[in-house]
Structures are given as C-alpha cells and as structure tokens.
C-alpha cells in the first residue's frame, strides 16, 4: 500500500495534445509529484501496460486516467481489457473524457471504472479537477503497490 502522499505512477491516455498539455500544466502547477507517463492512444496504452516496445521498461501505473475516444483501440476497449486482466484489474481507472452522455457514464461503470469525469473546458476548472483527482488517489485512499 502507498504511503499517503507518495508520489504514484500515473498512465495518461489521452490522444488531444492541449488536453495532455492542460493535464501537464495542472500537475506542474499543483507541485504534483507525481511520474506522468503517456499514452496518445489505446494501442499505446495497452503497449505501455503489457511492456511491449518501445515501453518495456515502462512502470505498473499506481492510476490510469483514460480518455474514451481515442484511435486505434478506443477508451471503452482499453478498460474493458484492464478490468478483464488480473494483472492489470486492480489498477484504479478514472475515465476522464468530454463526454457527458449517460450512456458512456453507465457502460464505464458497468466496465468496472472507478470513476467518470466530464472534462471541464476552462482551463481553471480542468486545473481543479486534476488536483482534486490527484489528491483524492494520493492522500485520501490507499492504492495496492505492485
């Protein structure tokens, strides 16, 4: 289990390169100490998690953010596969996405997410949701160490 408050490995997977650099800048800008990996899209993401080239060196993240609409594989595959994994299932999964739909909402759920967050556009507000995310994973629950 993680210490509350050390740093985790997070696996970002996220194919809109001003949604990474936001995602970035809130980590930065929160003195979030935190290892940010990325993966733009599902095949990268699957890749990463598997040790596959060119990331066989790659850490088990302690947390996956994990976009929905993504090429190659989209979102819905990759936790699908995740969560369908022993290896790879007790990894927390927070589906963070633009997509508001209820539907996306229940298959993430019914996919075993362990949590969905609509992607605020203002920047301010994308800031306060990472930083909320960050926190809630880093100092409030206890993360299994692989």
């Known amino acids: 289990m993680t210490t509350q408050g050390e740093p985790i490995e997070v696996l970002l997977v996220e194919d809109d390169p001003g949604d990474e650099l936001m995602t970035r800048e809130a980590f930065e800008d929160n003195k ?3 290892s940010l990996h990325v993966a733009r899209d599902g095949q990268e993401a699957l890749d990463f998690l598997y040790r ?3 990331f066989t ?15 190659k594989y989209d979102g819905r595959q990759v936790l699908e596969r995740i969560k369908s994994d022993p290896d790879l299932s007790h990894i927390p999964v927070v589906v963070l996405t633009t997509s508001s739909a209820e ?7 019914r996919l075993h997410a362990n949590a969905y967050v609509t992607k605020p556009v203002d ?3 994308f ?5 909320q995310i960050d926190e809630f994973f880093v100092t409030v629950v206890r993360l299994p160490r692989t």
């Open 32 to 34: 979030i100490r935190n």
């Open 52 to 54: 596959r080239e060119p």
């Open 57 to 71: 060196d790659a850490p088990t993240p302690d947390l996956i953010l994990l976009d929905l609409n993504l090429p």
């Open 103 to 109: 539907e996306d909402i229940l298959r993430s759920y």
């Open 123 to 125: 920047l301010d507000q």
């Open 127 to 131: 800031i306060a949701a990472v930083r």
